[in-house]
């Protein structure tokens, strides 16, 4: 009984640890501003020093180690491009975001292991879809007209302040909920999976992000690759597409969400309605579940090839990228990345420092002087050159390694497929300077690291290498919070 006990206590902190690392840097203008950095990055080393104070055993494997150390690497040495960085302040911001990152992975690797992939996976997708709610529910319940961004316009773009931003954030919740609709160990579980994507679906819409929904389709098919159970994927996928394609439509329809210029009763009235619809939809979707194992059952009778469930979802999504890719431009981003590619070639060792692209900007007088080169694998080849670029893909690129190796969960291929869609996003716009997008999907990278250790061999860290961490956990915290002070 006190194991069980210890286990729901740790599966519900797991939980919670998902859901509240969501909803407040979300919250917090997406963690994007300095001020939030070093309270963050202390609040996770102080879940790292509890982990290593209060579990008695903690596992680790060798992927973990590379991931973090890789990480502590790749955040020491833009600490010291600050040392040949024209703008050494914006190379030191940098490294306290850096912190952020850091202090997040060792507290997951520490906290999450094979029992808590699901809890850990179920308090990200929790959280994303209260933020998705929120920014939703704002547009639907306005008591003002809608307000007119200069940059975003009438997109969706609260609490984070960024469309794009909270896109790739609601895309990740999708693939995760859907995750739990298809997987969920329970009725209830199965039935909130598939009820979250009808508040988030019409976030995505409303953002207008075709990147997000390109990353959104990748992941889907990487997921599908992935997944084990591919009869039960393809027999929940055909019970929940009609309300998922109901509510697209109807929120592409319904333009007085994005119209600014509509009249306040006008908005309200169609709001109400809308919601109404919704919620609607969401019951459906949750009911579509009691089903799907019924349409897994005729379809697993029906004794298709292994490979034909695959086949079929692949060509639909298959269809729908072709689409996406076809309508969808580069816009700006190909003179941001040949400005970055530039700076590059001006500083083919080192690069030119980390947060220095806004200065090659600036003198490229690009019409819009945008302060990254939306996407982290070319800025960081521009900002840390060759050294830096090979230290952040070992970060990125391990988990998937990890999920390839995994056997245990079967929610490992809705994590990879969020993962992925997070890799994807990040090569298009500035992802890694919005924490609140990063952190979720460090939070899908520990998930698949922890599902790949091997169940055979496993290594408990010892006394020594448990008061080091202790110790690095302090440190971090300590670092984070004079780098506050001092910014302050």
């Known amino acids: 009984m006190l194991g069980t006990d210890r286990h729901l206590l740790r599966s519900a902190a797991a939980w919670l640890c998902g859901v509240t690392a969501s909803v407040v840097v979300a919250f917090a203008d997406g963690g994007y501003f300095s001020e939030t950095w ?4 202390a609040a996770f080393a102080l879940l790292a020093a509890i982990t290593l104070l209060v579990r008695d055993r903690i596992e680790l494997g060798r992927l973990d180690v590379w991931v973090v150390g890789a990480l502590t690497a ?5 600490a010291l491009s600050a040392a040949w960085s024209s703008v050494p302040d914006a190379s030191i911001a940098e490294a306290r975001r850096g912190l952020v990152y850091l202090a997040a992975l060792l507290a997951l690797v520490l906290l999450v292991d ?5 809890p850990i996976l179920a308090g990200i997708a929790t959280g994303v879809t209260v933020v998705a709610g929120y920014s939703l ?3 639907l319940l306005a008591s003002e007209p809608i307000e007119r961004d200069p940059l975003e316009a009438a997109l969706l773009i609260d609490p984070l302040g960024y469309a794009n931003a909270l896109g790739i954030l609601v895309a990740i919740g999708i693939v995760l909920s859907s995750g739990f609709a298809v997987h969920g160990r329970t009725r209830p579980a199965r039935a909130l999976g598939a009820a979250a ?8 819409v409303l953002t207008g992000s075709r990147g997000a929904w390109l990353a959104l389709v990748v992941g889907c098919c990487v997921w599908t690759l ?3 159970r591919r009869v039960r994927l393809l027999a929940t996928a055909l019970m929940l597409a009609p309300p998922a394609l109901v509510v697209v439509w109807i929120t592409a329809r319904t333009s007085v969400l994005t119209d600014g210029g509509a009249k306040l009763d006008t908005v309200s009235n169609a709001g109400s309605r809308y919601a109404l619809a919704v919620v609607c939809l969401a019951v459906a979707s949750a009911l579509a579940t009691l089903g799907a194992r019924r349409a897994e059952a005729v379809l697993s009778r029906r004794r298709l090839p292994s490979g034909a469930p695959a086949i079929l979802v692949l060509a639909v999504l298959g269809v ?3 689409v996406l890719v076809s309508q969808t431009s580069l816009g700006t981003r190909g003179q941001y990345w040949r400005v970055a590619l530039n700076e590059y070639r001006e500083n083919p060792v080192l690069g030119s420092g980390a947060g220095t692209f806004a200065q090659y900007s600036e003198r490229a007088a690009l019409s819009d002087q945008p302060l990254d080169a939306h996407s982290i694998y070319i800025e960081v080849l521009a900002e840390l050159g060759p050294i830096g670029l090979a230290l952040l893909l070992p970060v990125l690129g391990l988990p998937l390694i990890a999920a390839a190796r995994a056997r245990g969960p079967s929610l490992v291929g809705a994590a990879t497929g969020a993962y992925v869609a997070y890799l994807v996003h990040a090569g298009l716009d500035w992802d890694w300077e919005m924490p609140a997008v990063t952190l979720a999907a460090l939070y899908c990278a520990s998930a698949l690291l922890a599902s790949g250790r091997p169940r055979d061999d496993p290594t408990a860290i010892g006394p020594f290498a448990r008061i080091g961490l202790l110790l690095a956990s302090v440190a971090i915290a300590a670092t984070a919070l004079t780098g506050q002070l001092a910014a302050n």
């Not at 070093?38 to 990055?41: A, L, P």
């Not at 094979?114 to 699901?118: C, D, G, L, Q």
Request: zero cysteines.
């Open 38 to 41: 070093g309270w963050t990055t």
């Open 74 to 78: 790749f955040v020491t040495w833009v």
């Open 114 to 118: 094979r029992r808590r992939v699901a």
């Open 137 to 139: 529910g704002a547009r």
């Open 197 to 204: 994507p009808m508040v988030l679906l019409p976030a995505l």
């Open 226 to 228: 992935r997944e084990s």
């Open 320 to 322: 729908v990228l072709l």
